[in-house]
């Protein structure tokens, strides 16, 4: 690998957001929409029932990290779908450039962008909803990683998809984590599932971590094994969308698709 | 002795039920200026693409500057570069910040000195700030040719690089390859459908029809073979033998 190229992929994502007011609006608009959205339905419970409090603080807690775990995933792909839309898919192959370094740069400049929608996220919970994220304690840095890596392979899977049926894979970007959203136990224990729904909840990062933060906020219990379970989910996760990466790339080269990107 | 440029041997290229590229086999030493010509479908850009790895091999075998393309793509393409008319470059970024990126993914060294060499080659100097997207075609094209000569390649392919130019671009485009290609004995290997480009600047000329290369020599051994005035008529009697 080499970091010049992997920079080359940082800046050619840094620059094109740059010059484009919408991409620069992304980073913060619709994370802004959902916590002051979850945000005012958080008030409204709790002057329901106030008893409720730490039950519904982990509503907030749970939109900023499943934000969290979605922008990953759509910066991955966004990217990639830019450089189609652009055509410069085919300049970009034809350069020495690697799959790994072209991937591992779209994931260094998500990181990024990620951090500082995440960081205004957790600054206006706080101001504006008297929601402390940092209350999570020793479950906030896993989850964090365990949402990201997970956004991760998400996206490298739908980059992978993206690549192979061009314009007809697009929906996916945005669609896909949403698919996975109501088995994740984002906003409910995996227990109010029915049981075969259950079982498929705990083949998913997301909702170990979910279950794990509600633990954290209603007992204080690290409940450090569903973590170290999500870790190890991500990585398989990562693997296998790894591979199905590489082995679309060598497909488009076969069928020549990588010359025409986007058909 | 160095390797050659290109070394093709066998190439078949098959997409499902239609062969592109039906066994041609050839080799361009270093520093010749050779033409891929053909008909539309002949297999010229087929054939640009296997070299650049962009498209695997049906079968058969195809190297640049001595690796192999199948395994060792990056490695093999680091000393080359590409353009062509059907491809763009970000729409939003302008001329100086393609080729910073461009610098970075093909590791050029002193990368400001090279930007500052092409921006004065192709004249780009009031165009270098402003978005590609509000260049004209002809002006893109040369933003394309400076991303191609940024790394001061070995190898370059281009594949129909004056098809937007007007015949005075076309003009000054060739004179700069021409005195870039003797003054650092860099390949070129080039496709178009003008036969002025190819008349002007190709040492050779592979024929190409229908994925099969039928006539290789120098475009004056092509045109006494088919006792023709001209590559247009050249080209005009390879079509027609190749449609019947």
Redesign the interface.
Known sequence: M?W??I???I??NF??MR??PIRIMEVLYWPLLEVVLWGFITRYLLSIDASIKGGVAVLLGAVVLWDLMFRSQQELSVTYL??MW???V?????????QSEYVAGGMIFSLGRVLVGTTVLVVVALLAFDFNLFNAGAVLLPSLLILMVMGWALGLFIRAMVMRFGSNAEVLVWSLAFGLQPVSAVFYPVASLPSPLQAVAHGIPAAHVFEALRAFFSSGEVLGSRLWLAAGLDVLYLGVAALVAAKMY?NV????I??RPGY | MPNPAIQVENLVKDFKDVRAVDGISFTVPRGEICALLGPNGAGKTTTIHVLLGLSLPTSGRVSILGHDVSRHRSEAVRNTNFTASYVALPYRLNAIEILRIYADLYEVSKPAAAIQEVIELFELGELANRPFSRLSSGQQTMVGMAKALLNRPELIFLDEPTASLDPEHAFHLRQILLRIAAARGMTILITSHNMTDIDKMAQRILFLSAGRLIADGSPEQLRNRFQASDLEEVFLQVAQQSRT
């Open positions: 080499s010049r190229r920079r080359g992929v800046l050619q620059l094109v010059h484009s830019i450089d652009d055509r410069n085919i300049n970009l192959h034809a350069s020495p450039l690697r060598n080269r076969r069928l020549g990588l010359a």
